[in-house]
């Protein structure tokens, strides 16, 4: 059966109008996915019924109209189908390819129509051509769907299908048969039709293409939901209305050790986490599934598999129903134990004593204020200001002075009563409120917190602490005037208590000096036993002997606050350690001058280390300004320190060289009366 040509390429432009039919229907319900391809998918419909047609009417139409542009518009058809698979794949058109083949194929196309006239070499060029871009488009086709992990499809067997007609055509040139007129060849006819179909067929291969890529587009979009949910960084979790967990995210997993093997069903996270409130939480998650609303639920106390408590801001809301008409619920929680944590410890601390752990004067202002009425009267007030809190920071530190302040809170926490308000009122004092209590009350709690400071020992020194007391009986009364009151009686008490404590104080200084260094011990006792034999050779008094005596024991406690490191080191010191052994006897003069028992030798401490030229320390003075005190201990500290052994020098002078080294700083360093009395009345030189 013989089809003439015209025949099949009105078929086959009747094949294309329907695929372009076929081709506008489907990008109707998919036109979002096309991205900017649409209008090249288009032409190439239009471009190739556009191109038929000049060669069914070529012999009615201009020779160029049907032969070049009619040839031309079938091959650029083919380049829209290449441009429109890349745009659909966004990804970079070879423009710079599509322009040279064009070219070429337009000028090789020209010379054969006009130069050198010949019909069988044009078929062959635009058939080279059309295999050319097929090519292309199949290439970068396949090389996206492998990207995509899809199928070929379709569209790949069309285009494949494609470019074996067009191959056939060649075949069909290069071996020719004996039909005189090639385009009554029934076979080519035939190809037409065939390329019509696959034409045709081309619409359905872009509605797999669109398909496909739709269907990987949602499969990316659905692992990148579930990554969302898996590495979201806040506790997420998807349950079925039956109970089922869909989804936990790894954040839940890390923050309570549950994975979503361990909690089967939402009923079994309840019962493992919610503890007594498992059945009013389970009762609320039930009707989030007949709701689609979104909840906030209240703050929830989490048990974690590891028994630890956390504490959840959930927010829950219905998300869908599954195929089998299941209803989706997914809950996001917010950790917020550390922000709970955080703000009970800002509340703890606006109100208490960091220190020791009471109530602080901002507190203790707010409830004064609150109680300050009938209902609380007699209400009380007892002040307390700790005994010799300075004298034990110059000494031991500060870290020592807190260890007292926290010692006589923790006693004070634990004498006063239920109803009682505590605080410290600032750096050494207490206050104490007593509701519905006499002054009998409070002095009965003043002499419970005195037994107690008696019964506990400290390391520096005795515990003691002076209090007062006043009570509000009448409504009429200013409670800040009892609070004068009560302040006025506590410092009298403590002009009373202070002198004692402090005087134990500097012997547990000097206590603690000589178990510092046994060296310095032995050092103080004799400059001691020296300073008195130089006192009793120039006929001092005896209660100027006696304060001598006491003086050189005591005269290096100012020490006490020096490191060992720097008192026994074997090399030279460095001028800013010198500096701080410079300080010893002004820090030794405060401590004595702190207590009554030993403040008259704070003087002679002072001034020591005076030289008699006015080039000692600390204070520079010279001549009949240092007192006789200090002349007498400098002159035995120093024949002592010679004739010792000291880390700085191993081997100790001798008598007679330390007796020269005396009388060569006689007058300079020392007093020279001093220095003579010594030699010929006490060492008898």
Same mark, same amino acid.
């Given at each position: 059966m013989n089809i003439p040509l015209q025949d099949s390429l009105i078929i086959f432009s009747i094949l294309y109008f329907f695929g372009f039919i076929s081709f506008l229907s489907i990008s109707t319900n998919n036109f979002s996915s096309f991205n900017k391809s649409f209008p090249y998918f288009s032409g190439y419909f239009i471009l190739n019924c556009l191109g038929i047609y000049g060669i069914y009417f070529r012999r009615s139409i201009p020779f160029f109209i049907s032969v070049i542009l009619a040839n031309l518009i079938l091959y650029l058809s083919q380049v829209f189908l290449l441009i429109a698979i890349d745009k659909f794949y966004k990804i970079a058109v070879p423009f710079k390819t599509i322009i040279i083949s064009t070219i070429l194929y337009l000028v090789t196309f020209s010379i054969?129509?006009?130069?050198?006239?010949?019909?069988? *070499?044009?078929?062959?060029?635009?058939? =080279?051509?059309?295999?050319? !871009?097929?090519?292309?488009?199949?290439h970068r086709h396949n090389t996206q769907i492998k990207k995509y992990n899809l199928s070929r499809g379709i569209f790949g067997i069309t285009i494949i299908t494609m470019i074996l007609i067009n191959i056939f055509r060649i075949l069909m040139l290069l071996f020719p048969t004996n039909v005189e007129n090639f385009l009554d060849y029934n076979f080519y006819s035939l190809s037409i039709i065939l390329a019509g179909i696959t034409? !045709?067929?081309?619409?359905f291969g872009i509605l797999s293409i669109v398909n496909n890529k739709n269907l990987y587009d949602l499969v990316k979009v659905g692992n990148i939901?579930?990554?969302?949910?898996?590495?979201?960084?806040?506790? =997420?979790? =998807?349950?079925?209305? $039956?109970?089922?967990?869909?989804?936990?995210? +790894?954040?839940?997993?890390?923050?309570?050790?549950?994975?979503?093997? $361990?909690? +089967?069903? *939402?009923? $079994?996270?309840?019962?493992?986490?919610?503890?007594? $409130?498992k059945d009013e939480i389970i009762e609320y998650i039930n009707t989030l599934y007949k709701s689609n609303k979104k909840y906030h639920y209240r703050e929830v106390k989490v048990l974690t598999k590891d028994k630890r408590k956390l504490t959840w801001n959930f927010k829950s809301g219905y998300i869908g129903n599954l195929p089998d008409g299941r209803a989706v619920v997914m809950s996001v929680a917010i950790d917020v134990t550390n922000r709970i944590e955080r703000e009970k410890k800002i509340n703890y601390l606006s109100y208490h004593d960091q220190l020791t752990g009471l109530y602080n004067r901002r507190f203790f202002e707010e409830e004064k204020k609150r109680l300050d009425n009938p209902r609380n009267l007699p209400l009380s007030i007892i002040i307390g200001d700790i005994n010799g809190l300075k004298l034990t920071n110059d000494a031991f530190g500060h870290l020592a002075g807190d260890k007292l302040i926290k010692v006589i809170g923790n006693i004070i926490s634990e004498t006063t009563r239920k109803n009682d308000i505590a605080a410290r009122w600032g750096g050494d004092e207490f206050i104490i409120l007593l509701p519905n209590s006499k002054i009998k009350d409070a002095n009965l709690l003043i002499n419970r917190i005195q037994k107690k400071i008696k019964e506990t020992s400290f390391e520096y020194g005795n515990l003691s602490i002076s209090f007062g007391a006043d009570t509000k009986k009448e409504e009429d009364e200013d409670i800040d005037e009892i609070f004068i009151e009560a302040e006025k009686f506590m410092y009298q008490n403590k002009l009373i208590e202070n002198k004692n404590v402090r005087g134990e104080t500097i012997k547990t200084i000097i206590t603690t000096l000589f178990k510092k260094s046994i060296d310095i011990k032995d050092h103080s006792m004799r400059v001691s036993d020296i300073a008195v034999s130089i006192a009793n050779k120039m006929g001092l008094s005896q209660t100027s002997i006696d304060d001598i005596k006491t003086m050189g024991i005591v005269h290096d406690i100012g020490q006490i606050i020096i490191d060992l490191s720097i008192l026994d080191k074997p090399n030279k010191l460095t001028d800013e350690e010198r500096k701080i052994i410079e300080q010893h006897p002004l820090s030794g003069s405060k401590m004595l001058n702190s207590s009554p028992e030993y403040a008259r030798l704070s003087v002679g401490i002072l001034h020591h280390h005076e030289r008699i030229d006015g080039k000692g320390y600390p204070s520079k003075i010279a001549g009949d300004q240092i007192p006789i005190e200090s002349k007498i201990i400098a002159v035995a500290d120093a024949f002592d320190a010679m004739t010792s052994k000291k880390p700085y020098r191993l081997t100790p002078l001798s008598l007679e060289e330390a007796i020269t080294e005396l009388k060569e700083n006689s007058g300079s360093q020392f007093d020279k009366k001093i220095v003579d009395i010594f030699i010929t009345e006490v060492l008898k030189r």
């Open positions: 054969f129509a006009y130069i050198y006239p010949n019909f069988k *070499i044009r078929i062959l060029i635009l058939n =080279i051509g059309l295999i050319f !871009n097929l090519v292309l488009i199949y034409g !045709n067929m081309v619409a939901f579930e990554n969302s949910i898996n590495n979201a960084p806040i506790p =997420i979790i =998807i349950h079925a209305e $039956d109970g089922a967990i869909l989804n936990v995210s +790894q954040n839940w997993t890390e923050l309570t050790l549950y994975t979503k093997s $361990d909690i +089967q069903t *939402i009923f $079994d996270w309840g019962k493992k986490a919610y503890g007594k $409130d």
